[in-house]
């Protein structure tokens, strides 16, 4: 496969140009950076007087006498640099630093969007201009290397023209450090660098086997090359045929993403606000799919006039899009001046929007095979609408897991959650009972007393069997009513195990009287509740 | 023209049966109803929950699990406001597939919003406490549910509801004297209403079945259900060991 089609903005002799900028000389003036005694960068005014790269101290400085020389320090270098990167950034996103002075960014989405390779370069060779001061030139070419090599002569490269393009090449363009990834300054203390002088030396003995020029390297077959040189020679044949090493990885950029708004006067109606959060919902979303990310949390927040401060977050199983945005951020803000309980007691003055979780925007995409369906879609958002009115943990979905009795297996998990259960359904759960299961389960037992036609209570002995024969059965207080028929007592013990943390109990089933009525009675500690009813 | 032709001509119209009319007006934009377990299709007019209509449920929450059950295995969704405490479990053996399944338990004093919101976008949404409701209200869920194909299934009286389902429990099987466990409940379910489901039908059924789903009693099993009722009852001076 090609590679993708990369922009390269290169500043010359960028140690130079920033060393000269922090000692505040002109940039005109003749610099050179020295590392160890020799030059590892000058400006062009020294080169034109015969300063070279790779001279000694002295000697340089008896080509030019005036030269002012500068130590190297990449730190320098790189904090000079970042107006450059934002200036690129703001036309282009997803820029890749690949050293301090070069800069590579996917030329794709900037050509589309501005019409054309040379508008894009002309914008951001202003840009930098204007924004950071510096003079850079820009090369379009199918991979980093080419797109490299094009931006150090300042071309634009044609779509599938980069293996034609570099074939022209001498081959000590090979040895190019800045793609190589070798760091210029480690390379200039230590005096050597093992893969640089690998490539050094690979790119001398080409010259030596006589392949003066890229394209005769590339002509070779690519085992030949495999099995003469080596791994850095197969890189650097991959590279010669206008192949990628890798492609440039994408840096996001570390910015707070969060959008604020203030409203004057303070929002006290619902249409009012409906309006208001429609704009920086979008501005949100932009922001968000600008580097490439959709959000699945999104945090509400708002101030109002009084001071009370409102916050809540909304998880969603999907990205989402700019209208979903605007449609929570509208509910939350509906629920909030509607709701009667906890009604605030002054408009709001401001909303605040802080994409609490994103992710890649491709998410945004439906499932091929109609997963998230017409249906699902409707009754998500009618939903969230409700989780708008009510709040987020008014909707639930039962999620059922492991556990002996009917609260144990379900688990109830707000509406969008990640739905996972509590306890294993899978491993065997002896003690289980078997279907039909109560229909109803109060979220809180109903205390209930058994007694036997005495009119004595019945328990359930240490063994766990009954201590008389159930014959009515009073329920939360109710009038007794008979016993139609019952059954058990299951005794459980659950986590005996435990130091204080197990539970006894036996569970009957039993049908009282009048219309038919079932209900699920567990015995703990000599009490009974009503656990079920079968209605 | 001659009587004879206008006959003729009006036999190669297609004519289409007023009886029949109603029916085709029931299914808003042609959409078929709801789909039930085939046990409670004999009850509902169509063989299913008509879209956009209203089908009060009396008596029994195993009843509203296994109308919902078939629709939502089909991908629709439902949705049960104000229960606090149905049983999930008892759903999933009715054959609810509960990921569609959402429950409102506290919709707040007025549920009559929260049900027009889940209206919008659920296909069956059931509402505890609509007797409380106000008429006015109750007629705008109507309307709701009438102009979005949804179905409202009040548990309680609902005036005006196309269908009534009253669920009347017979007789509980499986418990005896403690022995065997809660197998199988027999109920009669009557279904009145309006329109087509002016005619009141009745089914003998088992709910829950054995293992839980909804299944068709058979009539000679429990000749008297209230008799074996009273057996039970009088044979219940066994001792447990």
């Known amino acids: 496969m090609a590679p993708a089609r990369v922009m390269v903005v290169w500043c010359p002799d960028w140690p130079a140009v920033a060393g000269a900028a922090a000692a505040g000389s002109a940039a005109q003036a003749p610099v050179a950076v020295v590392a160890a005694n020799r030059v590892v960068a000058c400006s062009a005014a020294a080169r034109a007087q015969g300063v070279r790269c790779g001279q000694r101290r002295r000697e340089a400085q008896g080509r030019c006498p005036e030269l002012a020389v500068l130590a190297d320090d990449p730190d320098r270098d790189a904090r000079l640099f970042e107006p450059v990167v934002t200036a690129v950034e703001a036309l282009a996103p997803g820029v890749e630093v690949v050293r301090p002075g070069l800069v590579a960014v996917p030329a794709r989405g900037p050509t589309r969007y501005f019409g054309g390779e040379p508008t894009v370069v002309e914008r951001i060779v202003d840009m930098v201009a204007t924004q950071a001061g510096v003079q850079c030139q820009i090369g379009i070419a199918d991979g980093l290397f080419a797109a490299t090599l094009a931006a150090q002569r300042g071309l634009l490269v044609p779509p599938d023209g980069s293996a034609g393009f570099l074939a022209m090449l001498g081959i000590a363009e090979l040895h190019q450090p800045a793609v190589t990834g070798v760091d210029r300054s480690a390379a200039g203390r230590a005096g050597v660098d093992r893969a640089g002088a690998g490539r050094a030396a690979l790119v001398d003995l080409l010259h030596r086997l006589g392949l003066r020029t890229l394209g005769a390297f590339a002509a070779l077959p690519v085992d030949d090359v495999a099995s003469r040189f080596g791994l850095d020679g197969v890189r650097a044949h991959r590279l010669a045929r206008g192949l990628d090493e890798r492609p440039p990885a994408r840096r996001d950029p570390p910015v707070d993403l969060t959008v604020t708004r203030r409203f004057d006067p303070p929002l006290g109606r619902v249409d009012a606000a409906a309006f208001a959060s429609r704009e920086p919902a979008e501005q949100l979303h932009t922001a968000l799919a600008a580097r490439g990310l959709a959000c699945v949390r999104l945090g509400i927040g708002s101030c109002t006039g009084a001071g009370e401060e409102l916050h809540r977050v909304w998880r969603c199983a999907e990205p989402l899009t700019a209208s979903g945005i605007a449609d929570r951020v509208r509910w939350q803000l509906d629920g909030w001046l509607t709701s009667r309980g906890s009604r605030p007691s002054a408009g709001i003055t401001l909303l605040r929007l802080v994409p609490e979780e994103v992710v890649d925007g491709q998410a945004l995409q439906r499932g091929l095979w109609g997963e998230s369906g017409e249906d699902d879609e409707r009754a998500g958002r009618a939903l969230v609408r409700v989780q708008g009115m009510l709040g987020p943990e008014a909707v639930l979905i039962g999620v059922l897991g492991g556990g002996r009795d009917p609260t144990d297996r379900v688990h109830l998990v707000p509406w969008g959650d990640d739905p996972t259960p509590a306890r294993d359904a899978n491993p065997p759960w002896p003690g289980r009972l078997p279907a039909p299961s109560p229909s109803r389960v109060p979220a809180r037992p109903l205390p209930a007393e058994v007694f036997d036609d005495a009119g004595r209570a019945v328990g359930v002995s240490g063994r766990g069997s009954l201590t008389g024969v159930p014959y009515r059965i009073a329920v939360d207080g109710n009038p007794p009513r008979r016993v139609l028929s019952w059954a058990g007592p299951w005794p459980v013990e659950e986590r005996w195990w435990e130091p204080g943390g197990g539970r006894r109990c036996a569970r009957l089933q039993a049908v009282l009287d009048a219309e038919p009525l079932a209900v699920l009675l567990v015995c703990e500690t000599g009490r009974w509740w009503v656990e079920g009813i079968y209605e | ?241």
């Open chain 2, 1 to 241: 023209m001659a009587g004879g032709d206008i006959a003729s001509l009006l036999q190669r119209i297609p004519v289409v049966p007023a009886s029949t009319l109603g029916e085709r007006l029931d299914v808003p934009g042609g959409r078929p109803p709801f789909p039930v377990v085939a046990p409670l299709a004999s009850l509902l007019p169509g063989g299913g929950l008509r879209r956009g209509s209203v089908v009060a449920v009396h008596g029994s929450m195993a009843l509203l699990l296994a109308l919902l059950s078939a629709a939502t295995a089909r991908g629709v969704w439902a949705a049960v406001v104000g229960v606090g405490d149905l049983g999930v479990l008892a759903a999933t053996e009715a054959g609810v597939v509960v990921q569609r399944l959402v429950l409102v338990p506290r919709p707040g004093s007025d549920p009559a919003p929260v049900a027009a919101a889940l209206l919008d976008g659920v296909g069956l949404v059931a509402l505890a406490g609509a007797e409380r409701m106000s008429p006015g209200a109750q007629r705008s869920l109507a309307a709701r549910a009438r102009q979005r194909g949804s179905v409202l299934l009040p548990l309680g009286r609902w005036p005006g509801a196309e269908v009534e389902l009253d669920c009347h429990v017979e007789a509980w099987d499986g418990a005896e004297a403690g022995y065997g466990w809660l197998r199988s409940r027999e109920v009669v379910v009557r279904a009145a209403g309006r329109g087509a489901a002016v005619r009141p039908r009745i089914a003998r059924l088992l709910l829950p079945g054995p293992g839980g789903p909804v299944a068709e009693a058979l009539a000679d099993l429990a000749p008297s259900p209230r008799a074996v009722g009273e057996t039970r009852a009088v044979g219940e001076t066994r001792a447990v060991g």
